[in-house]
């Protein structure tokens, strides 16, 4: 018989709590919509308070409830662990799980790239022992904590993912998880409001060298200015354990040789301290690449076969809405009446969006099948957000970057997206709105068959929406299936 992942004697031990009664969870849980029967219910408290859920989720089975005090409708029998305060207990429990894991730890952070590098991490690790990994981006103050609070007494490998939004927030987070490997995916232009420059975010993201463990390891990329790399690399140094770059540049121990885009993946030829390694990623983009490398780099750090580790990184697909692609049947008796669809409008900053275009201009359409002969390249941009007092400027540099040239026409969403729409040469601007659910409305008129459509931009300024409408034009399907 399995053993529980806490009893209410080893949670009242961890979080200096009272438990009203014996009781044993198999899991943690924040939410009622996702609680599963056994789990430990955390009230915190959010846009609502969480003990206001309490009583739903013990008739939901969750196992106990971790809660400041009795909730209104909760009998004094039921299963409690009280607390002077919730999220500090949740906080507790993480740090107590982590104490008693045997699991090695690699945190990632980065200003793009942290989900999908620690989904990459999960299927290379998953093929060399039992992985632990939020099944989100729960990187945050209470993501942290409860990832960690989640982890299996029996796990091999656990990846902890951690982001911020304003300087001091990585460093804490960062001590908690303790992780043997630290990973940098890059330093880039997102949450700018909240620093004076680059190099203050890069002075962030640094903070998690600082809770690496005794004989750990340091990854960074190596391709960032040469000022962000001495700021990275300081802190690192400064930790005494082992530090290591990964990029295209010389100097770095983990090296891109050769990065080939296709339309459905990307072929990398890279230098491993251990030799040279081939490995493909099941869908394209540059910045994959340097990520896949990375996360060979913290296989090889951890002593693992590096060339299983490359073979399994092709398993690995991004989420919805971080560079997804799909094909979207228009007409079910003519296979050709179809379009694809690239999915990444989730996130977005300058070095992001760089990226995302890059893979669009290297796509290939398809033509003789649409009403327009020729089968083009589309972007439909929104707004980037939190990029402070410059957000303009970015926004109009867009219009320098290379991969532009590719791209037949660039659909723009928002009032800051309206400034790249401005100076758009004419042949290239397509149509502007002020909002995404305008934009939608017009998805018909956007695309044809043969297209390749790019959807991009920060998670508000909701041009997942016209996703969601391109998605009703047709049925989808995958580009892996």
């Known amino acids: 018989m399995t053993a529980p992942l806490w009893t209410s004697a080893d949670a009242a031990v961890a979080t ?112 060399q022992g039992k992985t632990h990994a939020a099944e989100a981006s729960y990187n945050n103050h209470w993501g942290v904590p409860l990832t960690l609070a989640r982890l299996p007494l029996d796990a091999d490998f656990a990846v902890i993912e951690i982001g ?27 949450h700018l409001e909240a620093f004076e420059n680059l190099n203050g975010i890069a002075i962030e993201k640094a903070a998690i060298f600082e809770g690496v463990e005794e004989d750990g390891t340091c990854l960074f990329n190596g391709d960032l200015d040469l000022k962000l790399i001495r700021t990275i690399e300081g802190a690192a140094w400064a930790t005494g354990q082992k530090v290591q770059r990964f990029g295209a540049s010389e100097e770095c121990q983990y090296r891109l040789l050769d990065v080939r885009l296709t339309d459905e993946a990307t072929i990398v030829q890279a230098e491993l301290l251990s030799g040279p390694q081939i490995f493909k990623l099941s869908i394209p983009g540059r910045h994959f690449a340097a990520n896949g490398l990375g996360v060979l780099a913290a296989a090889d750090a951890f002593g693992l076969d590096t060339t299983l580790a490359a073979r399994d990184l092709a398993l690995w697909l991004p989420p919805a809405g971080r560079g997804t692609r799909e094909r979207i049947q228009l007409d ?9 669809l690239i999915d990444d409008a989730f996130n977005a900053n300058p070095t992001s969006m760089g990226a995302s275009l890059e893979v669009l201009a290297a796509a290939h359409p398809e033509d003789g099948v649409g009403r327009v002969a020729k089968g083009r ?6 707004d980037m957000l939190e990029l402070g007092p410059e957000e303009i400027a970015l926004h109009r540099g867009l219009a320098n970057l290379p991969f532009l040239d590719g791209i037949d026409k ?13 100076i758009l040469p004419k042949e290239k601007r397509g149509d502007w709105s002020e909002t995404a659910p305008e934009m939608a409305a017009r998805a018909h008129r956007l695309i044809d068959a043969g297209d390749v459509v790019l959807v991009k931009g920060s998670k508000g300024s909701k041009v997942s929406l016209v996703v969601d409408a391109l998605r009703k034009l047709g049925q989808s399907a995958p580009q892996a299936e």
């Open 16 to 127: 200096k709590g009272r438990a009203t009664t014996e009781w044993a969870a198999n899991g943690v849980s924040i939410d009622t919509r996702t609680l599963k029967p056994g789990d430990l219910f955390v009230a915190l408290k959010a846009a609502r308070d969480g003990h206001d859920f309490v009583a739903q989720a013990l008739a939901n089975g969750a196992a106990a409830a971790l809660v400041t005090h009795v909730p209104e409708g909760v009998p004094e029998t039921a299963p409690l662990l009280i607390v002077e305060d919730v999220q500090t207990a949740l906080e507790a429990l993480g740090i107590a799980g982590r104490a008693r894991a045997k699991a090695r730890v690699v945190a990632v952070t980065g200003s793009v790239g942290k989900t999908s590098t620690k989904e990459m991490l999960r299927a290379v690790l998953s093929g």
């Open 164 to 190: 911020m939004n304003h300087p001091g927030e990585i460093e804490p987070l960062a001590r908690m998880a303790r992780p043997h490997v630290a990973m940098i995916t890059t330093v880039a232009a997102a």
């Open 332 to 340: 079910l008796v003519q296979d050709d009446q179809a379009f694809h």
């Open 377 to 382: 390249r589309i972007a439909v941009l929104g």
């Open 410 to 422: 660039i659909h723009c969403v928002g009032p800051r997206m309206q400034r790249l729409w401005e």
